[in-house]
Nanobody, 123 residues
Framework: QVQVVESGGGLVQAGGSLRLSCADS????????MGWFRQAPGKEREFVAG????????YYADSVKGRFTISRDNGKNSVYLQMNSLKAEDTAVYYC????????????????WGQGTQVTVSS
């Protein structure tokens, strides 16, 4: 089982950067694809980025390509989201999640979820 906790959110000005972290306290972290999703007020939860359990393969939503980078360290049971050139529309609660399949951008494909961390970008 995967139990993840996100950290690193906060308030940043437009154009700035933040790095989110997600740590798993379980023993099977390296078996899962890990993903980041976000949800803004009044909107549905949307996919941001995903990384294969190997850490080699990644995929992104078009809205963040070239600005965000997902990575993982299986030795530390952690996944990261480096967010650069932040925009006001990136404001949302960001969630870390785990899936047994690779390549899906649907929340339904992800089994385990963290509680989320707030990211606010001021314009």
């Amino acid at each position: 089982q995967v139990q993840v906790v996100e950290s690193g959110g906060g308030l940043v000005q437009a154009g700035g950067s933040l790095r989110l972290s997600c740590a798993d306290s379980g023993r099977t972290f390296s078996s899962y694809t890990m993903g980041w999703f976000r949800q803004a007020p009044g909107k549905e939860r949307e996919f941001v980025a995903g990384v294969h359990r190997s850490g080699i393969l990644t995929y992104y939503a078009d809205s963040v390509k070239g600005r965000f980078t997902i990575s993982r360290d299986n030795g530390k049971n952690s996944v990261y989201l480096q967010m650069n050139s932040l925009k006001a529309e990136d404001t949302a609660v960001y969630y870390c999640a785990a899936a047994t399949v690779y390549g899906s951008n649907s929340p339904q494909a992800y089994t385990y979820w963290g509680q989320g961390t707030q990211v606010t970008v001021s314009s």
